[in-house]
């Protein structure tokens, strides 16, 4: 059966047989006193819905009024498509035919949507398995599955809607859908730009025309969301540069006849560009007028800026804030003066009331536990509202790494003048990375790595990881979990069981193996709210398998000495300063870390010291510079050298590109490279967004220059041994990780070096 294609048509029929039904209960009777209510053709609905709904009841007088008023009621109920009151003597027989219930909804043809998220719209509007049908409903259907199509530019999506009765007055719908073509937008246009032109406006817009990108970024897919936030993007850009009274006068979009190009049409005036001239400071400052006057970034002589009036305020209200006063408000008061485009601000602050928190509620935590959560918070509950504790608490709820989005709202308590309930809305992502890294080169040919970490272990915030590496020159497998707070003092206790397997590459030195069996325990105390210190020990276990072929000189060397098997217990103490905006992509901020570790028994003897720094400096919106250092040193002690396996090694990812992991510095005399106990390694970067996907931060190409090598314990840092490379490369965070490839060419190489041009790696930075 197909549904009738007029709505008007259906409405018009209904309203007719309800007449008609009315008219059928209007025929004259004589009141008389109910005896008897008798419900006939009811499959599903209990008979109570019916005598509840009934506007009399037995022992009470029927009239011609009441019957009419009993069908009206039944029929809003929507549960019947027939209702009839009969008159038996003194006896009433309600008669009733129920509306079909929906058995199953599938979709036919659907290709832009999942089955399951259509059948999620259609649920929100009501219609689903069990509920009752009628043709009203399908239509509604029918809008909102267009509507979904609309939400994705395809506005030719056409719906055809069938229904096909089954036993016990069941239906099934079937929507089959043609999806057409997507509508793509044809062109932008912006009119009345005057200062500045519309190729700059429309690059301020994350909707465009498209591009050879297009497939990825799906930027010329229209979305009214989209288009209002370009707008405000847009005049944040006006605002943010004197032109106070800019406005969007209209906004008009086009589609053509045939549902496939979309033209969007923006009328904007700009107005004058405006002049600040002065700045004053009226109501209650707490008498701090000073320090509140330290924090106005609005400049006397420079043009209106209206982020800065927003961060003037911001400013305002946060240092309210750390007084306790939680419902401060600042407002800004302009005095234009349009004769000379000149404005001047009054900036009236009311500090209010004073409040405490009354109660912290968390939203959004599906899977980590609360206690995960405000361990990390420094604002407590039943204490005075503090702006500075509530920011500190967010950010290091931020810095877990487990949400997307850590938001705190400020709620009143109703009935209360001085207290205020804080909500934390959390957004949370997937916390397991997959870590996948691989290399090419004549020697080893494929090397794989594979890592798997879970941050946030059954929402404990607990961390654990297990690492595999199938490479035939090191092969290893290490487990390692961190309870961040071991202690409730927020004392971090690492846990480290690892084995590792090194061979050397075919032709450089034998077939011997150098097996490291060990663990290690590390505690992390904070001693301020950005810096935390490590320390901790561990014992390691060496291993040297002599193949058919002579030991290296190098190998052979510590044989002699120690034996094939030796055993160590290093001391190790670190610090770590995080200040970037983000892990995953950085924009700013800065990073540093220092780690040394001291084997104070056992027959390797050694001291060694390891710090890394890492600057990023926004050059605009789109492009940031970021560099990074690592240097290291170590030697040996009581008269022993450095242990060879201690040694660090360099070239390849995350130390000098496009050279073979782990190829450059000291060679034994078999051609072995066996790194050394000093390190330099220094990078730099230019991160740009992919052409053809806008301000995308997810898709990047950079451009890069290394430099560094590492040396033996006797040789000095010599500037004329650094090795250098350049290249480019592409970063893209993936859904396993941030994902990293680098073609490089030398600057700088020697005789002898082995080059590894393409190289990448999943979960790696520089």
Do not use: C
Request: neutral net charge.
């Amino acid at each position: 059966m197909r549904k009738n294609s007029n709505p008007f048509q259906f409405r018009a029929l209904s309203a007719l047989a309800v007449s008609l039904l009315l008219a059928q209960a209007a025929w004259a009777v004589d009141p008389f006193t109910v005896r008897d209510i008798r419900v006939e053709g009811l499959q599903r609905v209990e008979p109570g819905t019916i005598f509840a709904s009934l506007p009399f009841r037995v022992g009470e007088t029927y009239s011609d009024d009441k019957g009419s008023a009993a069908i009206r009621a039944l029929f809003g109920l929507g549960l019947f498509k027939d209702v009839r009151v009969e008159v038996n003597g003194d006896v009433l027989v309600v008669i009733v035919e129920e509306r079909p219930t929906v058995a199953d909804v599938d979709f036919a043809g659907s290709k832009e949507f999942d089955k399951d998220v259509l059948k999620k719209a259609l649920r929100d509007i009501g219609l689903t398995d069990g509920q009752p049908f009628d043709k009203a409903l399908a239509d509604r259907a029918e809008q909102e599955i267009k509507r979904q199509y609309i939400n994705r530019s395809m506005y030719g999506a056409e719906i055809i809607t069938t229904v096909t009765p089954i036993e016990r007055n069941r239906v099934n719908l079937s929507f089959n859908v043609t999806e057409g073509d997507i509508a793509k937008i044809k062109d932008i246009r912006i009119v009345g730009s005057r200062a500045f032109s519309e190729s700059t406006l429309r690059g301020l817009f994350d909707l465009d025309t498209g591009g050879f990108m297009s497939w990825y970024t799906k930027s010329n897919r229209y979305s009214r969301a989209k288009l209002n936030a370009d707008i405000e993007s847009m005049r944040s850009y006006y605002l943010a540069r004197g032109y106070l009274e800019f406005r969007v006068d209209s906004t008009q979009v086009a589609i053509s006849p045939d549902k496939q190009d979309v033209t969007i049409t923006l009328n904007i005036t700009e107005g004058e560009r405006f002049v600040v001239t002065d700045i004053k400071l009226s109501g209650n400052y707490l008498g701090r007028d000073d320090e509140f006057k330290s924090l106005v970034t609005i400049k006397p002589g420079e043009a209106y800026n209206a982020d800065r009036v927003a961060e003037t305020v911001k400013a305002f209200t946060d240092y309210y804030a750390t007084f306790g006063f939680a419902f401060s408000k600042v407002d800004v008061t302009p005095d234009i003066d349009r004769a000379s485009n000149r404005v001047a601000f009054v900036l009236q602050g009311d500090p209010s009331r004073r409040a405490y928190v009354r109660r912290i509620n968390l939203t959004g935590n599906n899977r980590t536990r609360d206690e995960v959560v405000r361990r990390e918070f420094r604002q407590f509950e039943s204490s005075w509202y503090d702006g500075d504790k509530i920011r500190l608490s967010r950010d290091r709820v931020d810095r877990l790494g487990f949400f997307n989005e850590v938001n705190v709202d400020t709620q009143e308590v109703s009935g209360t003048a001085d207290q205020v309930d804080l909500t934390v809305n959390l957004v949370e992502k997937p916390t397991g990375n997959l870590q996948l890294g691989a290399g090419f080169s004549s020697a080893d040919k494929v090397s794989l790595t594979v890592g798997v970490k879970q941050e946030n272990v059954f929402g404990s915030g607990n961390y654990l990881g297990v690492e595999v590496n199938t490479s035939k020159s090191n092969r290893q497998i290490a487990l390692s979990t961190i309870d961040p707070y071991f202690t409730a003092d927020g004392i971090s206790r690492s846990l480290e069981v690892y084995h590792r397997t090194s061979r050397p590459l075919d032709g450089q030195g034998g077939d011997y193996g150098v097996k490291t069996t060990g663990a290690s325990i590390r505690f992390g105390v904070p001693f301020t709210e950005t810096d935390t210190v490590y320390f901790g020990s561990g014992y390691e276990r060496l291993t040297i398998d002599k193949g058919i072929n002579p030991l290296p000189v190098t190998y052979q060397s510590y044989v002699n000495q120690f034996g094939k098997t030796s055993s160590s217990i290093p001391l190790t103490v670190g610090w770590t300063r995080d200040s970037r905006d983000s892990a995953l992509v950085p924009t700013k901020g800065l990073y540093q870390r220092v780690y040394g570790d001291w084997g104070i028994a056992g027959d390797a003897r050694f001291i060694r010291a390891n710090y890394q720094i890492q600057q990023y400096i926004p050059l605009n919106r789109q492009f940031t510079v970021a560099l990074n250092g690592e240097f290291g040193w170590g030697r040996g002690l009581n008269n022993r050298p450095f242990p060879v396996f201690k040694n660090s090694y360099s070239g390849g990812l995350g130390s000098v590109r496009g050279f073979q992991q782990g190829s450059l510095g000291p060679r034994d005399a078999g051609d072995l490279a066996v790194g050394g106990p000093k390190k330099i390694t220094l990078n730099a970067e230019v991160l740009a967004p992919f052409p053809g996907v806008g301000n995308d931060r997810t898709l990047r190409l950079y451009s890069f220059i290394d430099a560094g090598n590492v040396f033996a314990e006797k040789d000095p840092y010599r500037i004329n041994d650094f090795r250098a490379s350049f290249g480019i490369g592409l970063s893209w965070i993936s859904p396993v990780g941030p994902l990293r490839i680098a073609v490089a060419n030398p600057l700088r190489k020697k005789p002898g070096d082995k080059m590894e041009r393409l190289q990448f790696q999943i979960g790696t930075s520089f």
